[in-house]
């Protein structure tokens, strides 16, 4: 019999309401931020390599204690998957407003979304772990929604085989996803950061969640071979059809947009709710702090696709576009 924090509630909570006079530190990540100094690192870009991926360091220990510590429920669990900077704070918004419309319908005025950062309501798993809190996790009522940057071969088992979890994973085309990460790290920690030599560092596979190419492949994989389990979204498509999007969005979540909401115009509701400009310029957007250690206004610089042109040459383009293309050959995923 499932206990009380696994009876499924009607919506998520967003988890900076959540309460969490149970929640106990796990004292045990001192021990996992030991072994860091042994794994290999990029100084400049203050990355490790943990597993075959390049991460930020401060994340090892909250990765290595997902790996041990994390407790899934039997369902109601959602997991938000992707490298930085590709659409995270979108999805984020797009599936909470999704999933929780019968508590807070999209064009309420008292909204979470209009209160709270997105990633204020979907707590991302790295830092939350990191920091010994994963325990607050369990203090979240079902379903739970929650975020992580892990590449796939990488996730617990609990979570990558379980079928009563679902993972939805979205990516964008490289060249974008480098250009918004370089403006993101310049903006947070390196100022000075060039960026031919991101750039250069990107190409050998190394940079946040790098190597880029491994980290989309193993998602796609899992999508082909779990599909009920496992969505694949990417950033572009979801620019160019946002209402589409969100109805297969909302069908794999399980909460499916009813003849009735479509009429009331609940699915545009909720894409206007969550669009880049009205997230954008609301006050808890625009200079209010997060659960991030950095203002939330970094989370929304352009919210387009193409703008690699405006700091890539072409010939750039033309490299990074042959390397990703070989390393996708034969899986039938391309950004060309």
Not at 34 to 45: F, T, V
Not at 242 to 252: D, E, G, M, Q, Y
Request: net charge neutral.
């Amino acid at each position: 019999m499932a206990n009380a924090k696994e009876a499924v509630a009607v919506s998520p909570v967003p988890f900076a309401d959540a309460g969490d006079a149970d929640a106990v530190q796990d004292h045990r990540v001192k021990e996992y931020a030991g072994a860091i100094s042994a794994l290999p690192s990029n100084p400049k870009l203050r990355l490790r390599c943990y597993q075959g991926t390049w991460v930020r360091e401060r994340w090892v220990p909250g990765i290595m204690a997902i790996q041990r510590s994390f407790t899934p429920r039997r369902s109601g669990d959602v997991v938000l998957a992707s490298p930085p900077k590709c659409g995270t704070t979108w999805l984020k918004a797009l599936a909470f407003a999704t999933m929780a419309r019968d508590a807070y319908p999209p064009a309420h005025p008292d909204h979470p979304l209009l209160r709270l950062n997105p990633h204020d309501c979907v707590p991302f798993m790295e830092d939350l772990f990191a920091a010994g809190w994963g325990s607050k996790l369990e203090a979240l009522p079902s379903p739970r929604l929650m975020n992580t940057h892990i590449q796939y071969s990488a996730l617990p088992a609990c979570i990558s085989t379980n079928p009563g979890l679902k993972i939805v994973y979205i990516c964008r085309d490289p060249k974008d996803m480098l250009v918004s990460m370089w403006h993101f790290i310049r903006k947070t920690s390196q100022p000075d950061l060039s960026f031919s030599d991101f750039f250069e560092g990107a190409c050998d596979g190394v940079c946040v969640s790098g190597p880029i190419w491994d980290h989309v492949l193993g998602y796609w994989n899992a999508s082909k071979a779990s599909p009920e389990t496992v969505l694949f979204l990417r950033y572009e498509e979801m620019l160019r059809d946002p209402v589409a999007n969100a109805r297969k969005l909302a069908r794999f979540l399980g909460h499916p947009f009813s003849a009735a909401e479509e009429d009331s115009g609940a699915v545009t509701n909720v894409v206007k709710l969550c669009s880049f400009e009205k997230l954008k310029n609301l006050d808890v957007n625009r200079a209010a702090l997060s659960s991030f250690p950095f203002r939330s206004d970094v989370f929304f610089r352009r919210g387009e696709a193409g703008d690699w042109a405006n700091h890539m040459t072409p010939e750039m383009a033309r490299r990074l576009d042959a390397i990703v293309q070989e390393k996708l050959r034969g899986s039938g995923l391309s950004f060309a």
